[in-house]
């Protein structure tokens, strides 16, 4: 339940025309198979939909999903 409603709030870099999705959670997660650092994931194009596997060690499998929708 600790993780059941992660909101993510999405950071425009207009240098690099990229996003970054931060996940709005008390402590560091885990992510699957995608790049996350300090509870974000960098690099995203807009309107890019992924999906990104969280976890965290105190929590037991299965690991959440969570749906990045990265906006135009």
Same mark, same amino acid.
């Given at each position: 339940?600790?993780?059941?409603?992660?909101?993510?709030?999405?950071?425009?870099?207009?240098?690099?025309?990229?996003?970054?999705?931060?996940?709005?959670? *008390?402590?560091? %997660?885990?992510?699957?198979? $995608?790049? #996350? =650092?300090?509870?974000?994931?960098?690099? !995203?194009?807009?309107?890019? *939909?992924?999906? %990104?596997?969280?976890?965290? $060690?105190? #929590? =037991?499998?299965?690991?959440?999903?969570? !749906?990045?929708?990265?906006?135009?």
């Amino acid at each position: 339940e600790k993780y059941a409603n992660i909101t993510v709030d999405y950071l425009y870099n207009k240098e690099t025309k990229l996003f970054t999705a931060k996940l709005n959670v *008390n402590e560091n %997660v885990e992510c699957g198979n $995608n790049t #996350c =650092t300090n509870n974000e994931v960098h690099n !995203l194009t807009e309107c890019k *939909n992924m999906s %990104v596997s969280i976890s965290h $060690n105190s #929590c =037991t499998a299965p690991d959440k999903t969570l !749906l990045l929708d990265v906006p135009p």
